[in-house]
């Protein structure tokens, strides 16, 4: 691995490495840029962590994370949702071993000291050796700030900035609106549990991956050709599909022109109404006519919510960077309330589509594999992500589009990016 | 307490996994096909041994007509991921039959699988389980449920036939 010294020494000059249409190759494998980051983006901003219908019940907790940060995920007695750190304030040692369960207390097993789901201290083992200790201070530690938006729960490190709401700005509220919507009952569940897909890649080559529009015809080319699947279509370059830079690092492939040319229902999860009459009942009850039949000719979004949640039409994907040259996809199927009959679908498709073996992403990862490899060859020391800047230009609602196999998302991340790295 | 083996069948069931182990480490794809019942069930759990896998999400769960696209998918010669494709040995061991109603076989083996492919050297482990069932010839795999002792934790790509 070559690693870049004179990067090392110094704070690296951003500005230098992002460029309008090129960046610069270190910013994959610099192990300085990528404690920065940790620094900058993952222990500040706001970072997506899981969603309430994984905690369903009062005591119910699962283990989830912040980059490489392990963060319990709990719902106390009160309905109330915490993010707490799995560190004893006693000695460090890790409270929580397990991956999810129900539980109100947990007991750090070396000196015994107990802590409600809360993070509050309940109590240490002969407690006249701590006269002098103030046990309000002695709590596990807490993500600093917690928001959710319809489910989708986020922290963030720092202790004031944007408000999730800001965060996520008009373009991700929307894609988050529009994925419930397909919901009769307008809410999304998560309790499929999730396969953890691991790349010995940097992270930021998988963001990028997520709304890269140019690759899936080829990349993918093996499973569309022999499913016989529309997909590879929408990517094509008769496509009428748009990819878009939603601002603040968020991106779309937006495929909805495509599926209301082609004007079916369902076409977007490649099924039919009579497949699915249940479903289609429920929505047309719960929508009237007119608005179910659009929900189900749109589809849901294929959006990018930058650092780490990544909406996929019938999944969502979490990164979780480990280190500059690992991260880790978790995916899970999406499941819509009210909807069983499209859910065991969505699961069915989900399987066979993600995960380390799946028929699409087990060659995505090759990718993000090959690429990490690839950039610490010296030379070029660029990548050029320049495609279709030319024909960039802004919708009708002011965001930058352009084809839908150009790298206008990778651009718009890139320049969020930046802003984050100099600030 | 005294335990009968039927050596005759055990010998039966222990060249059948080997063979099934060559064919996957030779990666002889439609070989290996041909060793599935039509109602097979192919299936690798993901956190745990014992999920539904009608609720939860698996890293393979397969049924006869994608066990079927899944070989084809390689056929194409644009499985990148198989390009080059995996180095692999294996090892398989602990063969034991669980259960025998004159019509199908219960058996468990383990496997270690020594894989090396562009990235580097990873080595597999496996609690496997079989439902073969005879068909004329030989046995075929009604179902076969592969748990990687791993499961529960982040794993590297594994698009090879385990
Ligand atoms: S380290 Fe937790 S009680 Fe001592
Ligand atoms: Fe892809």
Redesign the interface.
Known sequence: MITHRALATSVPNFAYLVKEDRIHGSLYTDEEIFRLELENIWYKGWVYVGHTSEVPIPNDFIMKSIGPQEVIMTRDRDGQIHLLQNRCPHRGNQVCTEAKGNRGIFTCPYHRWSFANTGKLRGYPYPDGYETADRSELGLGRVTRMAEYKGFVFGSFAADGPSLEEHLGRGGRDAIDRLVMTSPEGEVEITAGFLQHKAKANWKFLVENETDGYHPQFVHDSIFSVAQSGIGDLYGSESTALARDLGDGHTENDLRPEFRRIGKLLNWFGTTEDRVPDYVAKMVEAYGDEKARQIMIDGTPHVMIFPNLFIAEIQIFVIQPLSVNETVQHVTALQFKGAPDLNSRLRQQTMGSVGPAGFLLADDSEMYERTQRGVAAKNPEWNYLGRGIHRERRDEEGYLVADNTDEVTTRGIWRHYRELMEA | MTIHVDLALLAEVEQFLYREARLQDTHAYDDWEALWTDDAIYW?P??GAD?DP?????????NRS?IG??I??FH??????QMPRSSLGRVVSNVEIIDDDGKEIRVASNAMIYESN???ETVWATRNEFLLRRNGDGLRMACKKVVLVNN????????FL?
């Open positions: 690798i993901a956190n999920i009608e609720q939860k999400m698996s890293i393979i769960y397969d994608r696209l899944r084809k998918q194409t010669g644009q499985r990148h991921t562009l990235r580097g529960d934790k982040p794993i590297y790509t594994m698009s385990v």
